[in-house]
């Protein structure tokens, strides 16, 4: 089956599009950012505790802000319902195991993230291990594996199996260098590509060079990193995102994505600024001037505020902690319009045993090389679905304590196949929602028996199994979304109607560590912007 002939992705009129343009540029050059531009407006501030922030959640947006704005002196209130920080960039422990709840790859080092991490004063404290390779991609009909760091390696690794391709192949990695290029080396070309794929969807990219769908499988294998279908992704968009992987590798948090998140709540709670765990927001508070004077939790503890940054998800901002009458209702309309994005199905595993003869670290298990929806996402039955497996102990010596091996397999899935175990989740009657992801867990753990680690089932000491409604009961995301809202929409603007209230999450500014992480920075600056011209 072929990609389906859907258009270009939906960027409404040229403001939206060019806002759009201008947010991939921000979030992936160092060029793009003012980095002194921080501090110099804090220190246009004199009284910095007369002006209290509170920051509503600990994702990595919430702790990227309340890091600046503690860093720089502000009396900062981080507010989080779990009780560790990270939103999804967590982990967990079961026996000998650490499971990390959501990483397999970013790009840190040479990237936004160290730029960020760096001006914070923490880059020194972390440490990125590279994924060994790019991706190894297994289907019914080919097995390839795309190397690391190595734009050449990949195009001569697909032309090898696909050698009838190899020229479009060739132009279409080398048109994605090309924006890394212009982005981060500031080179110019004859010819823009920026300008060209801005105006395109992936798959129309992908057709300008290619026809054969396995072809274009190996070469959007990455878009479930976005939740979305090529038909609906921006060309531009995933050539930067993907043209980084490209270029500068794979990397990984050590020891887990936990100590990202760990380190962060550190320099917030060093700079004096205050993060109350097991805390919700039940309300955000105004005065009779309609200014934000404070926000209030479930027990009726007021912590004062001027301004007040939420991390958290748009819709249970505006549906329980802000009142009706103060959201405009075009403001309104513009969140309803909106759908959350896709979540997430994991099955974590701890082995008795080492797995050593498989060397990959990041491996997409095809059932077939089909890209429309049906095929990527399986709405009919998810035990259909592809699915990924990391092999952590491949990234890095001693991820699992001696002896013994963490994996994890995983597919995207929507929220409708667990809609109707919602009610008895949360009423803590799982009977039939335990028997469902069992089988589901199973079915993949039978189909990575057969098809690269025989016995896999006689190893599992540890097996725990993560829904879209694991993702609900942990960060209280709607619907267990994992990217915030659905990517074929313009991103909502840091700054809300409401005076005082700003976003920094996936749900405004998109999902995905790096975009979240800008996100904390872009909004804590334009807090500070909104106080000095007031």
């Known amino acids: 089956m072929k990609f389906s002939d859907n258009l270009t992705c939906k960027l409404p009129g040229k403001l939206n599009r060019r806002r759009f343009l201008k947010t991939l540029v921000m979030a992936s050059s160092a060029a793009a950012i003012d980095w002194t531009g921080f501090g110099a407006l804090a220190a246009s501030i004199p009284d910095k505790k007369a002006f209290p922030i509170v920051v509503i959640g600990a994702g990595l947006g919430g702790l990227v802000s309340a890091a600046y704005l503690s860093r720089h002196g502000f009396d900062v209130t981080l507010m989080e319902q779990h009780s560790i920080p990270g939103g999804y960039a967590t982990s967990f422990d079961r026996g000998d195991f650490t499971f990390d709840v959501s990483l397999h790859a970013t790009v840190a080092e040479h990237a936004m993230p160290q730029m960020i991490l760096t001006d914070l004063g923490i880059w020194d404290k972390l440490k990125v291990a590279y994924t060994p390779e790019l991706r190894r991609i297994v289907t019914p009909n080919f097995d390839l594996t795309l190397p690391a760091k190595n734009p050449e390696g990949v195009k001569k690794e697909i032309s090898r199996v696909f050698p009838h391709e190899t020229q479009g192949i060739t132009n279409f990695y080398t048109e994605m260098e090309q924006v890394i290029s212009e982005l981060w080396e500031g080179k110019r070309f004859k010819t823009s590509m920026m300008g060209k794929l801005e105006k395109l969807s992936l798959e129309q990219w992908m057709s300008l060079h290619v026809n054969d769908p396995d072809v274009k499988y190996c070469m959007a294998i990455f878009s479930g990193?976005?939740?979305?279908?090529?038909?609906?992704i921006?060309?531009?968009?995933?050539?930067?995102?993907?043209?980084?992987?490209?270029?500068?590798?794979?990397?990984?948090?050590?020891?887990r994505s936990q100590d990202l998140s760990n380190t962060l709540a550190d320099c917030i709670e060093n700079n004096n600024g205050t993060i109350h765990y097991n805390t919700e927001v039940e309300h955000i508070l105004f005065d009779h001037n309609n200014s934000i004077e404070a926000v209030m939790d479930p027990a009726g503890k007021k912590y004062p505020a001027k301004a007040v940054i939420a991390n958290c998800s748009v819709t249970a901002l505006f549906d329980k902690m802000v009142p009706k009458k103060r959201v405009p209702p075009d403001f309104s309309r513009q969140i309803r319009e909106r759908t959350a994005s896709l979540s997430s199905f994991v099955v974590w595993l701890g082995l008795n045993k080492k797995i050593l003869d498989i060397k990959d670290y990041e491996i997409d298990l095809a059932q077939n090389t089909d890209m429309n929806e049906a095929g990527l996402f399986s709405r009919k039955d998810l035990a259909d679905s592809g699915i990924g497996?990391?092999?952590?102990?491949?990234?890095?010596?001693?991820?699992?304590?001696?002896?013994?091996?963490?994996?994890?397999?995983?597919?995207?899935?929507?929220?409708?196949?667990?809609?109707?175990?919602?009610k008895d989740y949360f009423n803590n009657q799982k009977d039939a929602y335990d028997r469902e992801k069992e089988r589901i867990a199973r079915t993949f753990i039978k189909r990575v028996e057969q098809r690269l680690i025989p016995g896999l089932s006689d190893y599992i000491e540890v097996m725990e199994i993560g829904t879209p409604l694991t993702n609900i009961f942990y960060t209280q995301n709607p619907q267990g979304a994992i990217y915030g809202f659905d990517r074929d929409m313009p991103h909502l603007e840091a700054k809300t109607p409401i005076k005082g209230l700003y976003l920094a999450s996936a749900w405004s500014h998109g999902g995905g560590y790096t975009p979240v992480m800008m996100a904390g920075r872009e909004t804590a600056q334009l807090v500070l912007k909104d106080f000095i011209s007031s």
């Open 225 to 232: 990193y976005y939740g979305l279908l090529p038909s609906k």
């Open 234 to 255: 921006n060309a531009l968009f995933y050539a930067i995102a993907t043209g980084e992987y490209l270029v500068h590798g794979g990397q990984y948090y050590k020891t």
């Open 389 to 422: 497996i990391t092999l952590y102990d491949n990234l890095f010596k001693d991820y699992s304590v001696p002896g013994k091996s963490t994996l994890s397999i995983m597919c995207l899935s929507d929220f409708a196949p667990w809609k109707k175990f919602e």
